[in-house]
């Protein structure tokens, strides 16, 4: 009789543990970042939107100073890697120019800044990220466009 006691005093402790101190709690929600991949997948999807980019007649002029140089084109690479993962939640640090500073005389169109968005999506799909994080993305991108179209 003291023995089932004991066993029901330890079956008891054990689902209190399981149901009230589980790590997966959706209390503490993943980051988009963690949920995109982390730093791993944020650099897959940047050298594809990239090539994407580079690929894409209605854009790709914009770029043509970038790509003929080559540090020029790794601090770009760099830049947009550390913007998506701090932007999403990560640990980096946008060390790059504000979206203003960097757009600024372009005077960069509306279908010009959707070709760019579509090149990404591509490369999003590429690896097949989830329509809820792409959505999740997209909305922290999205309000910079103020800053870039038209200046
Ligand atoms: C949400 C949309 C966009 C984001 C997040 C974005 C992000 C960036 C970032 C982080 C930089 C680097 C800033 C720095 O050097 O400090 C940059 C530069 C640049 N962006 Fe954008 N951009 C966007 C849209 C566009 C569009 C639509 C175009 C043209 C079609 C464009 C053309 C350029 C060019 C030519 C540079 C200079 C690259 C260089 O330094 O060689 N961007 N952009």
Known sequence: MKNSFRLLAILLAASFT????????????????????????IS???DQFLTNVVGDNVINARFAATVANPARTQLLR???????CAGSGGPCQYKGKTM?????GMNITDAEFNALVGDLVAALDKFNVPQKEKDELLAILGPMKSDIVGK
């Open 44 to 46: 897959a999807v940047t």
């Open 100 to 104: 203003l500073e960097s757009h600024k």
């Open 18 to 41: 399981l149901t009230f101190c589980d790590k997966d709690d959706e209390a503490t929600p993943a980051t988009l970042y963690d949920r995109l991949g982390g730093i791993a997948a």
């Open 78 to 84: 760099n830049n947009l890697i550390d913007q998506i």
